[in-house]
T-cell receptor, first 114, second 109 residues
């Protein structure tokens, strides 16, 4: 089945220790997104790739970086995680057309910072 | 600015009908999405409206009025498994999704 896969599902890291979250998709979608979602809040877009074009949200901290080495994979790097970075990180993909931009979400990675 | 408003929480009874409202203000508009999100899980797509009117899909229906900046999600024959958060999101002119904070729906027997 075509899908969006995130690994790991649960990640524990120490304060200040770099961590990388991964996302892969078999949908061949041209857009990939990274969201941060904290409890009872809306998903917050961090950045997205439209093909190879990287689009950073203005309020995304420099602590968050992303890589998209090919169409299928996208990584989120948190260089120095703080306690406030504990959240669910959602990867989503879409095939942007003039008719719709439905986003398909992966299961998420729950990050705990100790 | 861009804004999505929806109620924080609603309670309904199993077997009943519930309507979750959403109002939006965005720079440009390319459609409105409803997503369902169970606790600790990722959002899953429910519906997409870009034209005015009602779209029905089984027990769930979604309505859009572009002139009023208003949408609702209607859930019929409620089941316990419908207990979840329902997120309204509008697609702006840059094809960015502007998300509401979600409505937590509690279903009671």
């Amino acid at each position: 089945d075509a899908m969006v896969i995130q690994n790991p599902r649960y990640q524990v890291t120490q304060f200040g220790k770099p961590v990388t979250l991964s996302c892969s998709q078999t949908l061949n979608h041209n857009v990939m997104y990274w969201y941060q979602q904290k409890s009872s809040q809306a998903p917050k877009l961090l950045f997205h790739y439209y093909d190879k074009d990287f689009n950073n949200e203005a309020d995304t901290p420099d602590n968050f970086q992303s890589r998209r080495p090919n169409t299928s994979f996208c990584f989120l790097d948190i260089r120095s995680p703080g306690l406030g970075d504990a959240a669910m990180y959602l990867c989503a993909t879409s095939h942007r057309t003039s008719d719709s931009d439905e986003q398909f979400f992966g299961p998420g990675t729950r990050l705990t910072v100790l | 600015g861009q804004n999505i408003d929806q109620p924080t929480e609603m309670t309904a009874t199993e077997g009943a009908i519930v309507q979750i409202n959403c109002t939006y203000q965005t720079s440009g508009f390319n459609g409105l999405f409803w997503y369902q999100q169970h606790a600790g899980e990722a959002p899953t797509f429910l519906s997409y409206n870009v034209l005015d009117g009602l779209e029905e899909k089984g027990r769930f229906s979604s309505f859009l009025s572009r002139s009023k900046g208003y949408s609702y999600l209607l859930l019929k024959e409620l089941q316990m498994k419908d207990s979840a958060s329902y997120l309204c999101a509008a697609l702006d002119s840059n094809y960015q999704l502007i998300w509401g904070a979600g409505t937590k729906l509690i279903i009671k027997p």
